[in-house]
């Protein structure tokens, strides 16, 4: 019988890869824990949007390291998993948006060259 609770009662909780879709409530939440950042900000998927919360969490990743090495007491070690797999997540996610969008020379316009310039 107690096989079959301890059985129902992790099956309840989500996989490791609960964070697979980037609009998942469940991200969003893991992030506002971690970050301070406004919803709003969280919920912005566009190319800035993502490097803004990179900023956020190379910054939240850098600090957490420093109390780690100063053996600070507050540090957590849950905590600093979870900003080391956000980052590596939001890492993916932004190179796969940056891969998704036409090179730069690709967007610039081709320069018109006036006829009588050339005689």
Same mark, same amino acid.
């Given at each position: 019988?107690?096989?079959?609770?301890?059985? &129902?009662?992790?099956?309840?909780?989500?996989?490791?890869? &609960? &964070?697979?879709?980037?609009?998942?409530?469940?991200?969003?939440?893991?992030?506002?824990?971690?970050?301070?950042?406004?919803?709003?900000?969280?919920?912005?998927?566009?190319?800035?949007?993502?490097?803004?919360?990179?900023?956020?969490?190379?910054?939240?990743?850098?600090?957490?390291?420093?109390?780690?090495?100063?053996? &600070?007491?507050?540090?957590?070690?849950?905590?600093?998993?979870?900003?080391?797999?956000?980052?590596?997540?939001?890492?993916?996610?932004?190179?796969?948006?940056?891969?998704?969008?036409?090179?730069?020379?690709?967007?610039?316009?081709?320069?018109?060259?006036?006829?009588?310039?050339?005689?």
């Amino acid at each position: 019988m107690v096989a079959a609770m301890r059985k &129902h009662s992790f099956s309840a909780l989500p996989t490791p890869n &609960h &964070h697979s879709d980037p609009r998942t409530p469940v991200r969003r939440a893991e992030l506002q824990r971690l970050l301070p950042m406004w919803p709003h900000e969280l919920a912005d998927l566009s190319l800035n949007g993502r490097r803004r919360i990179l900023q956020f969490l190379a910054r939240a990743l850098r600090e957490e390291r420093r109390r780690c090495r100063a053996g &600070h007491w507050t540090y957590d070690l849950a905590r600093h998993a979870a900003l080391a797999q956000h980052m590596k997540w939001e890492r993916g996610e932004l190179e796969k948006l940056q891969g998704a969008r036409p090179p730069a020379q690709a967007l610039k316009r081709p320069r018109v060259v006036n006829q009588s310039e050339n005689g």
